[in-house]
């Protein structure tokens, strides 16, 4: 399993945006597929996106498309999550993970079970 570190997270207004990082080490990153996932205080963890090894298959949870973009850069073994346009529903920790494999296979992108390394997380609290 590999090291992931997620950074960017904080406070911001209803409206604002946030470039969450995730550092990853100890696997081979240019060949894994990678997900973000947020949990709410008292919520239910929930998958927000899936990106393949190459960048170039991409799925987002429907409430956050078209506000939320996911990237990454294979040279620097980063992932990234821009969030624009915040609301208060967003407020969550948010976790970076890794499959095991180069494609977000399966039937649902956003199935935990298939992510087998987890960073420790990042804050984000939107405030109205």
């Known amino acids: 399993q590999g090291q992931l570190m997620e950074s960017g997270g904080g406070l911001v207004q209803a409206g604002g945006s946030l470039r969450l990082s995730c550092t990853v080490s100890?696997?081979?990153?240019?060949?894994?597929?990678m997900g973000w996932f947020r949990q709410a205080p008292g919520g239910e963890r929930e998958g927000i996106s899936c990106i393949s090894y190459s960048g170039n298959t991409i799925y987002v949870f429907a409430p956050v498309r078209g506000r939320f973009a996911v990237s990454r850069d294979n040279s620097k073994n980063t992932l990234y999550l821009q969030m624009n346009n915040l609301k208060p529903e967003d407020t969550a920790m948010y976790y970076c993970?890794?499959?095991?494999?180069?494609?977000?296979?399966?039937?649902?992108?956003?199935?935990?079970?298939?992510?087998?390394?987890w960073g420790r997380g990042t804050q984000v609290t939107v405030s109205s």
């Open positions: 100890g696997l081979n990153f240019p060949e894994t597929a």
């Open positions: 993970a890794a499959r095991s494999d180069e494609y977000c296979w399966g039937s649902s992108p956003f199935d935990a079970r298939r992510f087998d390394s």
